[in-house]
């Protein structure tokens, strides 16, 4: 077989075969064949595309590339979420507790944030002493005890995918279809869970800014987990404001537990309750949507999710302490507000504004060898729809170093636009691809 002959297939607009895929992946991964002429082919399919059964066998191989966990030791049906990126999007540290109440085991790997997308261990590092660097048998063990274990990506995992994104990112094939479905999709195979649910961000925040690009990955997504024995379903959110109030990685934190207490943002408590949902009754866990939100919601009124988040946090490391006062997890040393510059109603916050400004104070990375400052980070007072008068706060900064924080105010200020008329709220939920919608 000749990486020459794939090449002129997929230019040519041709079919390649699962052997002639696992043989580039397989070949790639090992060092055999050359960047420049996996470049050539990755162009071919940026303007050829693939079809489901080529997308479907690129993602199985880069998936079997590296290392594959194994679930099996886990009692019960285990469970993944994943989110393709936003602003303000802690929706894995309130759903994760509420599910594994529920009987869901939720057996995590997550990843850490670059840009203004926060990464979720990020997150949970803002917890003095949390570990997410776990053995496979930790891992498994606090999944089969608590119900849920969060662990940081093997440097392993689906290592074909790592080398092929690389090299996407410096020859301008990012933006693909089958490319992005199973560069996802290969990494959530290898973690191995029964039932995954992704949530497929769309707006100003998110990698896919409309509404069609974002049904059109989350359908290509389903398929792909349905062709490898996944139950999956994916629910298309909103991104065009931030998720709840809070960017930034310890602030998160505090508003993902007051969520937990049941005095959360709406919009976030509602997104994970319909996320939640299709996890609960894909799990068996519940016999309709409906009785699966009353379920969860239920785990926030009693309680039941924040006592579960204590038991996870001290399971891998952290205290319970901090769980329960956890504005000690905030050591900014500079704050600052942005005011109204006139009388009327906030007609939109341009989210990735908003996400850049938070990683101007400190709160991502710019670089993978960026060194993220968990405290820095943003609160909004106010969201789309909200009236507001002329020199009332809009948002408060945090940050650890005042030129930074200077910067990011003056980012922040441009990312809100003002109405004289009320301005009717964008739907939380887009839509949701099952696998009968495939």
């Known amino acids: ?254 508003e993902a537990i007051d969520t937990l207490k049941g005095n959360g943002p709406k919009d976030l408590e509602d997104l994970c309750v319909a996320l939640g949902s299709y996890m609960l009754v894909s799990a068996g866990k519940a016999d309709s949507l409906e009785e699966a939100a009353d379920k969860l919601r239920g785990t926030l009124k009693d309680g039941s999710a924040y006592e579960k988040m204590i038991e996870f946090v001290t399971a891998q490391g952290g205290s319970r302490e901090d769980v329960e006062n956890p504005q000690r997890l905030l050591h900014a040393t500079y704050t600052d507000t942005i005011t109204a510059p006139k009388t009327g109603y906030i007609a939109h916050i341009q989210s990735e504004e908003v996400g850049l400004a938070a990683m101007t104070a400190g709160g991502g990375r710019e670089t993978k060898d960026s060194v993220i400052d968990l405290s820095a980070g943003i609160v909004l007072n106010k969201k789309v729809g909200d009236f507001v008068k002329e020199n009332e706060p809009l948002a408060r900064l945090y940050a650890n170093d005042k030129v930074k924080l200077e910067a990011a105010k003056k980012r922040l200020a441009g990312a809100y636009s003002f109405s004289e008329e009320p301005v009717p709220a964008r739907p939380l939920i887009h839509g949701v691809i099952t696998e009968k919608d495939i």
Do not use: W
Not at 121 to 129: C, N, Y
């Open 1 to 254: 077989m000749r990486m020459y002959d794939i090449i002129k297939t997929k230019r040519d607009g041709g079919v390649l075969s699962k052997e002639q895929i696992d043989y580039f992946v397989k070949e790639y991964t090992n060092g055999m064949i050359p960047d420049y002429q996996v470049a050539a082919l990755l162009m071919a399919v940026y303007f050829q595309g693939m079809n489901e059964a080529e997308t479907l066998a690129l993602t199985l191989a880069m998936a079997e590339s590296g290392d594959c966990l194994s679930l099996s030791a886990i009692h019960g049906v285990t469970a993944d979420k994943h989110s393709t990126g936003g602003v303000g999007d802690k929706t894995t540290l309130v759903l994760a507790p509420m599910a594994a109440v529920l009987g869901v085991k939720m057996a995590k790997m997550s990843g850490r944030g670059l840009g203004h997308t926060g990464g979720t261990i990020d997150k949970l590092e803002s917890f003095p002493g949390f570990s997410t660097a776990l053995s496979e048998e930790k891992f498994i063990q606090n999944v089969n005890t608590i119900g849920m274990a969060i662990t940081g990506q093997t440097g392993n995992l689906a290592p074909a995918d790592k080398k092929l994104y690389a090299l996407r990112d410096v020859t301008d094939t990012v933006d693909s279809l089958p490319l992005i479905a199973s560069s996802i999709m290969s990494k959530k195979i290898a973690a191995g869970a029964d039932t995954i649910v992704l949530d497929v961000k769309v707006g100003s925040g998110a990698f896919m800014k409309t509404e069609e690009a974002a049904r059109k990955l989350a359908k290509e997504m389903v398929r792909i987990g349905h062709g490898a024995g996944r139950k999956t379903a994916a629910v298309i959110s909103e991104m065009d404001e931030p998720l709840g109030f809070a960017v930034g990685n310890a602030l998160e934190v505090i």
